[in-house]
């Protein structure tokens, strides 16, 4: 136990970091582009609000919270995603009096009591936007193609955008009755918990991932079939727009997705290549959230892009990330002398914004060069008894074998140009 971190969480190590600085980097810099300004929101909040903001009879609220008292008695629950305490601090810092509309982006763990797969852990992380503030269509078309420029960008192919609406509470209140009928002379064939949201949100049955049930459901009346003439309106506006920016989709008439407070365009980003968890983004619209949490009535979109299902895509597509690179130079000594000069080198290039690494571990001169190879240096310097004499010493190119002659005093200017682009130093 002490030795095994908890099933479906996982250490990111120093060795793959530089692929996750790589992609959060990208995708703080694409949504700043589109005028996203981040957000950072606690890890636990009140049960309450996933009950009310995620919907308690969704997949998360019934069976995959984290949820425990805390020493004040208090029911608290990890976060499931993200939107939920975005809605809760859009309304409790009176965000509906900063100019509208709020564009917020976060970069989150997220946590759900999951059965453990590629692709499906228990800690997870997600990107996210939300928009409030805007019901026009191109609040749909703008973060739909935030995602496409991003995913442009990061040079991922093949990621297929659905998209579907699943209306307002208009229509799918006249379309409940339609399922309903489909769904009532099925009933003994679904799940319980299907049995269980017939009477308390019967489109959430469509998204059950049980095979059974997923047989009784395949000529299951489609929404999209139902929806109202406003709502179908908005879906047209939504195309039009994605075609005018050429972002190629396809409408997937089956996307309920998995919160209750969609309406309108749902949408995911669909990978053939990780398997079964092949949803690498989910997002949609929530006219009725803020309202629904406690606000007043102020419409939304946003989305959740999981993160490692992100980088099992690029590694699938052997997308190259850069490599990070080694430190600029080892500084290497023999001899107390040269240990007080290397440190004091090394604090000077350090402070010059030059990464450096120095001997800590009393080794000899042999096994420190070594080192400085193993961790991919790309000049060292040896300093001895004469070099501290003679103030000069040889700098050598780790990767040529080349070696220079330099005057020690020189070494942070040296550093610096080289670092400046002028590799030739
Ligand atoms: P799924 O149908 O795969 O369970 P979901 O509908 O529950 O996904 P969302 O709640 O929409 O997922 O979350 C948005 C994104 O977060 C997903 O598209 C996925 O990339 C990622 N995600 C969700 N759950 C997990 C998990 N347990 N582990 C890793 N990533 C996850
Ligand atoms: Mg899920």
């Known amino acids: 136990m002490l030795t095994m971190a908890p099933k479906g969480t996982r250490d990111i190590l120093p060795d793959e970091i530089y692929k996750w600085y790589y992609v959060e980097e990208k995708f703080r810099e694409v949504a700043n582009r589109f005028g996203f300004r981040e957000i950072r929101i606690p890890v636990f909040e009140h049960t309450e609000l996933f009950q009310r903001g ?3 009879t969704t997949d998360i609220v019934q069976k995959e919270m984290y949820t425990f008292n805390d020493k004040g008695g208090r029911s ?15 309304i409790q810092n009176g965000m509906s009096s900063w ?25 997870f992380h997600q990107f996210g936007v939300e928009l409030f503030g805007s019901a026009d269509p191109g609040a749909d078309a703008e973060v739909i193609s935030l995602l496409h420029l991003y995913f442009n960008e990061l040079g991922i192919k093949n990621l297929k955008l659905n998209i579907n609406s699943i209306g307002c509470p208009v229509c799918r209140e006249k379309y409940n009755k339609i ?25 959430r049955i469509l998204d059950c991932k049980i095979e059974s049930c997923k047989n009784e459901l395949v000529n299951a009346p489609a929404l999209l079939d139902h929806i109202c003439e406003d709502c179908a309106m908005h879906f047209d506006k939504v195309r039009e727009k994605l075609i005018t920016m050429d972002i190629p989709f396809s409408i997937d008439k089956g996307i309920v997705r998995g919160l209750d407070y969609y309406t309108r365009t749902v ?8 398997g079964s968890q092949g949803t690498v983004c989910g997002g949609g619209r929530y006219d009725g959230l803020v309202e629904a949490c406690g606000g007043s009535p102020t419409p939304g979109i946003g989305f959740g892009l999981g993160i490692e299902r992100l980088l099992l895509e690029m590694d699938s597509q052997n997308i ?29 290039l350090r402070t010059a914004g030059i990464p450096c690494e120095k001997d800590i571990m009393g080794r000899s001169v042999k096994s420190q060069m070594k080192y400085a190879n193993k ?44 670092k400046q682009g002028n590799k030739n130093e």
Do not use: W
Request: with cysteine; glycine share 8%.
């Open 54 to 56: 995620v919907g308690d």
């Open 76 to 90: 608290i629950t990890l976060r499931p995603e993200g939107t939920a305490g975005v809605v809760r601090s859009y």
């Open 179 to 203: 399922l309903k009928e489909y769904l009532g002379i099925r009933l003994g064939k679904l799940c319980e918990t299907c049995r269980d949201r017939f009477n308390r949100n019967p489109m």
């Open 267 to 274: 949408f995911e980003f669909v990978s053939e290549n990780i």
């Open 320 to 348: 190259e990330v850069p490599l990070p690179e080694g430190p600029d130079i080892f500084i290497g000594f023999i001899g107390e002398k040269a240990e007080k000069l290397a440190e004091s080198i090394a604090l000077k």
């Open 375 to 418: 961790i991919n240096a790309r000049f060292a310097i040896i300093l001895g008894d004469s070099e501290v004499e003679s103030g000069k010493a040889e700098l050598k190119n780790m990767s040529t074998g080349e070696t220079k002659d330099i005057h020690i005093d020189t070494i942070v200017d040296r550093l610096l140009k080289y």
């Open 99 to 123: 100019p509208q509309p709020v564009k917020l982006f976060y970069n989150i763990t997220a946590y759900r009591y999951e059965n453990v797969q590629k692709g499906r852990y228990r800690e």
